[in-house]
């Protein structure tokens, strides 16, 4: 196991970790580097804004089913046998999708790239479970949050200039897991938790542990989080932006990357900020910020203002996401840690496959600021219910 580096944000320096960054950088490649195409893929595929959501939600649905699986069994078998295939499944079909000629087509190699990247977003945040313990653990989650906020501010520039090219362009960035898979395979040092005994044992244990309310509230707090994302911010978000200011793929880029910027600023403080606030505090919070965001897009002037209420979801990215991995991360025992993450990346899958689907609705029928508004009430919801099941309740 990685030996603890004395002083403030210096784990960073560990090996190990920089492997688990590019694994996260990675598992964020697949929506936020097309999101700036999506106008032009609509385009060419003949495609209305109505149902965007295929071609997101195609890559998302795999990891509904399949990334529970994958931490069953990186907990029975070990995280390197999961994770080099995962990144090279989603290296060669993420590759091939730029080379689709038609939807369907398409959509085949977006399910089949998702079948990549299910394990992807799940295992990055157990092997730093595994890796790190206290308060090292809570500055390892918020410097890969970091991480993962400064790859959702990088992929839709990259995106959006190489969608400039054509559509199919930002389907070249998946072939850089390709190489990554071989520096896991060779070099990640992590040590494998004990399987402890009889699979059904193990899956009656872990279950048990799942049901209680803090852990329920975690993974509503996951899934509500990833409804508004992907429903809002990478499917809808471009439309209205294309839309109502007329602006590029590029320019759509730059606004959907100052979200990732502001979260990846206040992630990599989070251990600080954990220290004089309350977590739970901060991830209430941080559904506040989500619904204000979401009220504020529609009354945005101009192109440039957008970047207001979209910085603000950035804010409440921050407060959110490692935080909950944090406590996820916590609440499980070693040895039940991969199938216990992995739930939490199931709904998370679950939110994004569904985010665009519900946005979809809100959009037929309430129109395109409909949408943000629907998001705004839901933000508000969510947020009085993970109170009542994170902090008035007890695990």
């Given amino acids: 196991m990685t030996q603890p580096v004395s002083g403030f944000n210096k784990i960073y320096r560990h090996k190990e970790l920089q492997m688990i960054f590019c694994v996260t950088l990675t598992a964020v490649m697949g929506v936020s580097s097309i999101a700036p195409a999506l106008p032009k893929m609509l385009s060419a595929m003949d495609v209305t804004p109505g149902h965007a959501w295929w071609l997101v939600s195609a890559f998302t649905l795999p990891g509904v089913v399949l990334t529970p699986v994958m931490g069953i069994l990186a907990d029975r078998i070990g995280r390197k046998i999961v994770l080099v295939p995962s990144l ?3 290296a060669l079909f993420g590759a091939l999708c730029g080379l689709s000629s038609s939807l369907p087509i398409l959509l085949f190699f977006r399910f089949m790239q998702g079948v990549g990247a299910a394990a992807l977003g799940s295992m990055n945040v157990t092997l730093i479970s595994d890796l790190y313990t206290g308060k090292q653990r809570m500055e390892a989650m918020g410097l890969n949050a ?5 790859g959702t501010t990088i992929y839709p520039f990259l ?7 054509g559509w199919q362009f930002p389907f070249l960035l998946p072939l850089l897991a390709a190489p990554l898979a071989f520096f896991i395979m060779k070099y990640l040092d992590v040590v494998q938790p004990a399987s402890n005994g009889k699979f059904m044992e193990y899956m009656k244990n872990a279950l048990r542990q799942m049901r209680n309310p803090e852990p329920l509230g975690l993974f509503a707090t996951t899934i509500a989080t990833f409804i508004i994302l992907y429903g809002v911010i990478i499917s809808y978000l471009p439309i209205y932006l294309h839309e ?3 602006a590029s793929s590029f320019g759509t880029g730059l ?3 100052s979200s990732s910027l502001v979260s990846a600023l206040v992630s ?8 004089r606030f309350n977590p739970k505090a901060l991830l209430i919070s941080a559904f506040c910020f989500y619904a204000l965001s979401a009220f504020l897009i529609p009354l945005m002037p101009s192109e440039l ?3 207001i209420p979209v910085m603000i979801f950035g804010l409440a990215q921050a407060l959110n996401i490692p935080n909950v991995h944090t406590m996820l991360a916590n609440l499980a025992p070693p040895e039940q840690r991969g199938a216990f993450m992995a739930l939490n990346g199931m709904v998370l899958r679950l939110g994004q496959t569904l985010g665009p689907l519900i946005m979809g609705g809100a959009y037929a029928l309430f129109g395109l600021r409909g949408v943000f508004y629907f998001s705004g009430c839901l933000a508000l919801a969510v947020g009085v219910g993970v109170f009542y099941l994170v ?3 007890k695990a």
Wanted: aromatic share 8%.
């Fill in 305 to 307: 203002t957008m970047v």
């Fill in 255 to 257: 606004v959907i990357a």
């Fill in 146 to 150: 970091s991480v993962l906020a400064l």
């Fill in 88 to 90: 090279l499944c989603f």
């Fill in 268 to 275: 990599s403080q989070l251990a600080r900020l954990a220290t």
């Fill in 391 to 393: 902090i008035c309740r």
């Fill in 159 to 165: 995106g959006g200039a190489l969608a400039m090219f």
């Fill in 244 to 246: 109502h200011f007329g």
